[in-house]
Structures are given as structure tokens and as C-alpha cells.
């Protein structure tokens, strides 16, 4: 069965220092990914996403993530973080065992911006 | 493209009524939409996966007859949660499918059951 694990309920960075969000998936194949963001009382936006062509995948507003089959994972980076992009991170991925697309939310990463 | 809207984004209602929430992919027909819940500080539920003239299926745990689900068109899906209580309260999101793994996400409907 396929899941999606985020490691860390909560990150805080400075504002202008680089972003790391963990992201580590089980799938018995290469699977979908993705990363969506949800600012406050805020639908989900995509930030990006990986399917099966390049491994590093660039997203909006400087995000990129890289598909790493040996370490199933697909951590979210940014190299310089704005007061911006403080919000609420999913990892998510492709629920292959399903035919009517279904997708599985990891719980969810908090991003918090120091000035 | 690919939007998807909901209406209304913020409904209050009292408690014992029945609330409708629509859910419409504006620029593509969507073979398949869902249902999601989210908690304060929660990631997302999934309540309910529906496909255009045909019953919804839903996850474990989650009353039918409490949240009915409606998919009349290709470009629209109705959640009617009825005689709501305050423990319905909850942010009420859809998404829309064209029958790839993506799904596109409408803004969300904030329910407050009074």
C-alpha cells in the first residue's frame, strides 16, 4: 500500500535562509508526487510535482524537490525563504491501488518565517 | 486552466438544518471529484469519491445519509451535509479529476454550525 510520511509537523527558518521540507513515500512502484500549499482558511495550491520524467522538479515561487527512488523520499527546498511563504506544506502521492485517481495526503508540514 | 470553484466559501447555519455545498470545474469536464475535510491544524480527509451519474463511494467512517453527494454533470458535484450540528463544523474542500493521478482543488467552504 502506498503512504506518505512528513517528517516534521513544524519548521522555522530565517527569512533569506534556505528551506527543507521531508518528505519519505512507500510505494511498490514509481509512484506520482506531490507538494501543495495552503495559506490560512486558503484552498491548496500545487507547488510542483514529479511523474515519472525528471527527477528535480522546479516549481513555482522557487520551490523545486527531487525524486531519490534509493531513499523514497521527495524533501521540498527553496534556497532563500521570503516572510511569504509561511504556511501549511502536503506532501502528497498517487494512490496506485485505486482506479479513480485518489491521492494520499501526508499530515502536513507548518512553515514559519523569522524576520 | 483546470480551475475549480466552490460556493458559497463561508456558510453559517443553525443547527438541525441542511447546508449545500457546490463544487464546479470551470474550464474542463472532470470525470471524477472528491470530497475532503479538514480539522484546525489537520491535513485533509477524504470523505467521498464521486463520478458523474453514479453513487458516490465513501471512506470508512463517514454517514451517507449525513453527507450526500450529488454528481450531476461533468462539471458539477453537490455536498449537502443534513441536520447539521456544530461537530460538522469544519472546512469542506472538493477537488476535481480528468482521470489523471493530479487533482485540481477548489478554494474551500468554511461550515460553521451555530
Known amino acids: 500500500a502506498q503512504s506518505v510520511t512528513q517528517l516534521d509537523s513544524h519548521v522555522s527558518v530565517s527569512e533569506g535562509t534556505p528551506v527543507l521540507l521531508r518528505c519519505n513515500y512507500s510505494?511498490?512502484?514509481?509512484?506520482?508526487l506531490f507538494w501543495y500549499v495552503q495559506h490560512p482558511n486558503k484552498g491548496l495550491q500545487l507547488l510542483l510535482k514529479?511523474?515519472?520524467?525528471?527527477?528535480l522538479v522546479k516549481g513555482i515561487n522557487g520551490f523545486e524537490a527531487e525524486f531519490k527512488k534509493s531513499e523514497t523520499s521527495f524533501h521540498l527546498t527553496k534556497p532563500s525563504a521570503h516572510m511569504s511563504d509561511a504556511a501549511e506544506y502536503f506532501c502528497?502521492?498517487?494512490?496506485?491501488?485505486?482506479?479513480?485517481?485518489?491521492?494520499?495526503f501526508g499530515s502536513g508540514t507548518r512553515l514559519s518565517i523569522r524576520p | 486552466g483546470a480551475v475549480v470553484s466552490q460556493h458559497p466559501s463561508r456558510v453559517i447555519c443553525k443547527s438541525g438544518t441542511s447546508v449545500k455545498i457546490e463544487c464546479r470545474s470551470l474550464?474542463?469536464?472532470?470525470?471524477?471529484m472528491f470530497w475532503y475535510r479538514q480539522f484546525p491544524k489537520q491535513s485533509l480527509m477524504l470523505m467521498a469519491t464521486?463520478?458523474?451519474?453514479?453513487?458516490?463511494?465513501?471512506e470508512q467512517g463517514v454517514e451517507k445519509d449525513k453527507f450526500l453527494i450529488n454528481h450531476a454533470s461533468l462539471t458539477l458535484s453537490t455536498l449537502t451535509v443534513t441536520s447539521a450540528h456544530p461537530e460538522d463544523s469544519s472546512f469542506y474542500i472538493c477537488?476535481?479529476?480528468?482521470?489523471?493521478?493530479?487533482?485540481?482543488f477548489g478554494p474551500g467552504t468554511r461550515l460553521t454550525v451555530t
Open positions: 477537488s476535481a479529476s480528468r482521470g489523471e493521478y493530479e487533482q485540481y
Open positions: 510505494s511498490s512502484y514509481s509512484p506520482s
Open positions: 514529479y511523474t515519472s520524467a525528471a527527477t
Open positions: 502528497v502521492v498517487s494512490d496506485l491501488n485505486s482506479s479513480a485517481s485518489k491521492i494520499i
Open positions: 474550464d474542463f469536464q472532470a470525470t471524477t
Open positions: 464521486s463520478n458523474e451519474g453514479s453513487k458516490a463511494t465513501y
